[in-house]
Structures are given as C-alpha cells and as structure tokens.
C-alpha cells in the first residue's frame, strides 16, 4: 500500500505561523521552516516505521508557494526538505516529490493520500483521509 501525505496543513501548521501568507507573498521562506507539528510526531513515526517494514511505501506529496519563482521554489523545497528530518529523523520516505503549487496530486501517487485540502482528496485516486485522526487510521493499516 502506498501511504501519501500533503504537509502544510496536515503534518506542518503552516498556516498557524503569525505572518505566513505576507511572508509567502514577499518570498520568504520563514513559515516553512518554522511551522510546528500539527500531529504527535513520535507517534507518527513509530506508526510510520512498523507500517514500512510490513512492506508499504511512505511518501510526501506537497505542493510549492503559489506565485513562486525557480529560486524561491529552490529555497522552499530545501525548507520542507528540512522540517521532514529535524520533525522525523527516524522515517526514512520512500518518495518525496515537492511540485508546484495545484500539481494534481493524483499524477504523484496512489494509494491513500493525507490532506487538508478537499479539492485533493476529491480528485485523488484511491482512499483519501482529512486530517482528523490521522495516527488512529494509520493504526488500522496492516
């Protein structure tokens, strides 16, 4: 089973870092970097690791800023990039694709995807999962 997972908004509180969108909009870096965990992540770990040695795939599928430019997108990927190991050291990601921003990201994936936003659990193609209870699902997967 491939297991997917969007970030900002469903693993990273991007949006809960004061001055995110002004930020965004100025290119600046800043709320990738700095947003904080929107789950347990040891927890999240722990669930992640047993669900890979059981044989499935982890993967991030997150989208870049919107409005970006090639050096920006350069610096947002190295941020996400970095969150990733600082928040999850242990979970060594099958795949990580950082695409630009409204990328379906049903051309990424398959399997079960993770994301705040509708419009991508929607349009995915296979078991899509808001953010609510995303350990507790998890869980529930062999």
């Not at 991007?14 to 965004?24: A, Q, R, S, T």
């Not at 499935?56 to 870049?64: A, K, R």
Request: glycine share 6%.
């Amino acid at each position: 089973m491939n297991i997917n997972f969007d970030m900002d908004g469903t693993i990273a509180n991007l949006y809960g870092v004061e001055g995110w969108l002004n930020d965004l909009n100025n290119k600046s870096e800043r709320p990738y970097r700095e947003a904080t965990p929107l789950v347990n992540m040891s927890s999240l770990a722990r669930v992640l690791n047993r669900l890979q040695r059981n044989g499935n795939t982890i993967t991030v599928i997150s989208w870049l800023a919107k409005n970006s430019n090639p050096d920006f997108d350069e610096r947002v990927t190295t941020a996400k990039l970095e969150w990733l190991k600082k928040h999850l050291p242990s979970v060594k990601w099958n795949k990580i694709s950082i695409v630009a921003y409204g990328t379906p990201k049903s051309t990424c994936g398959n399997g079960i995807l993770f994301d705040d936003e509708e419009r991508n659990r929607n349009e995915w193609n296979g078991t899509a999962y808001n953010v609510d209870n995303i350990i507790e699902i998890l869980k529930k997967i062999k």
